[in-house]
């Protein structure tokens, strides 16, 4: 069974896009899940404040099994341990809280917390984070991004989150960006699996042209 830190390395080497599935219910889950699979997808976030978050981890794990799934939006060690019983893999919080992160790694779980500055991400690594969520990245720039992983240790991966859509990926991808979380650009409550996998294609697409 490959570690947490092999889990997300591979799933960032096949596709560093975290789908960010934030309201969506568990009877679309699978669909959803299939399709973003089909484009190449290899990380799907459901964040805790989704209609019935653990019941589409379960369905996600379940039907789309090639995928590291976890949730987003974890803010108490308690939700860490429900994430673990679901059958989550990852856990994503916007912030940078080193209860959670130690929780996360109590679980065997990838820990991908958010930060925003300097002492938010070199507390998060020091907590024993895999990588780095920055958010909210429409706050930020490439050229923050790049300041920081100056600062931070060699190889840390560091994932803007937040206004994140095909046209903007060039930038911060020049920056040092390690991949990116995409929501509301690639699925909104209700978007139906069609329109997702579009998306996703387009998504995609624009990612691999930088690469």
């Not at 019941?55 to 860490?80: D, F, K, M, N, Y």
Request: glycine share 10%; with cysteine; proline share 10%.
């Amino acid at each position: 069974m490959p570690t947490p830190p092999a889990l997300l390395k591979q799933a960032l080497t096949r596709l560093p896009l975290v789908a960010i599935l934030r309201g969506i219910t568990p009877p679309e889950a699978v669909a959803v899940g299939q399709v973003l699979v089909n484009a190449g997808f290899a990380i799907i976030e459901v964040p805790l404040n989704s209609p019935d978050p653990l019941q589409s981890i379960r369905l996600l794990r379940e039907h789309c099994p090639q995928a590291l799934v976890g949730a987003g939006t974890v803010l108490t060690p308690s939700q860490v341990q429900d994430v673990q019983a679901a059958g989550g893999q990852l856990v994503v919080s916007p912030h940078c809280d080193t209860q959670v992160i130690a929780a996360t790694l109590r679980c065997g779980m990838v820990s991908l917390p958010g930060v925003f500055t300097p002492t938010e991400a070199f507390a998060a690594l020091a907590a024993g984070a895999h990588a780095l969520k920055v958010f909210p990245a429409e706050a930020s720039s490439p050229a923050a991004l790049k300041a920081m992983l100056a600062a931070l240790p060699a190889g840390t991966a560091m994932l803007p989150v937040g206004g994140i859509h095909a046209q903007n990926l060039g930038p911060w991808h020049a920056a040092g960006a390690a991949g990116f979380g995409i929501g509301s650009n690639l699925y909104k409550p209700g978007k139906p699996a069609a329109r997702v996998a579009l998306d996703a294609a387009q998504l995609v697409a624009a990612w691999r042209a930088l690469t």
